[in-house]
């Protein structure tokens, strides 16, 4: 069983930058594909970004040169850098984990396709 726990959220002017974190419970270096997923009330949850455990990324169409995804496999931690910052950007935003193998994770961004989620954190973009 994995705990992931999102930090880093808050209330930013449009134009500005955000870094959240996921701490998780377990190793998940070795094996997982974690991913950062967005909702916002009244629709269904998007992904957003997803990054295999050799640091291959792959991102959706919203997030594509401005949010960045890392993970530091020692820490068990997992990053979204996201810069200029758009109202649209407002949502909940949750980091989510899946242990797989080889190129699965690649653009994995079904909310479906991952078995552990952590409880959100925030992000309000003001214009």
């Known amino acids: 069983q994995v705990q992931l726990v999102e930090s880093g959220g808050g209330s930013v002017q449009a134009g500005g930058s955000l870094r959240l974190s996921c701490a998780a419970s377990a190793y998940t270096g070795s094996r997982a594909c974690m991913g950062w997923f967005r909702q916002v009330p009244g629709k269904e949850r998007e992904g957003v970004a997803t990054i295999d455990s050799e640091g291959t990324t792959s991102y959706a169409d919203s997030g594509k040169g401005r949010f960045t995804i890392s993970r530091d496999n020692a820490k068990n931690t997992l990053y979204l850098q996201m810069n200029s910052l758009k109202p649209e950007d407002t949502a909940m935003y949750y980091c989510?984990?899946?242990?797989?193998?080889?190129?699965?994770?690649?653009?994995?961004?079904?909310?479906?396709?991952?078995?552990?989620w952590g409880q959100g954190t925030q992000v309000t973009v003001s214009s």
């Open positions: 989510a984990a899946r242990y797989s193998y080889g190129a699965w994770c690649f653009a994995r961004l079904r909310s479906s396709d991952y078995s552990y």
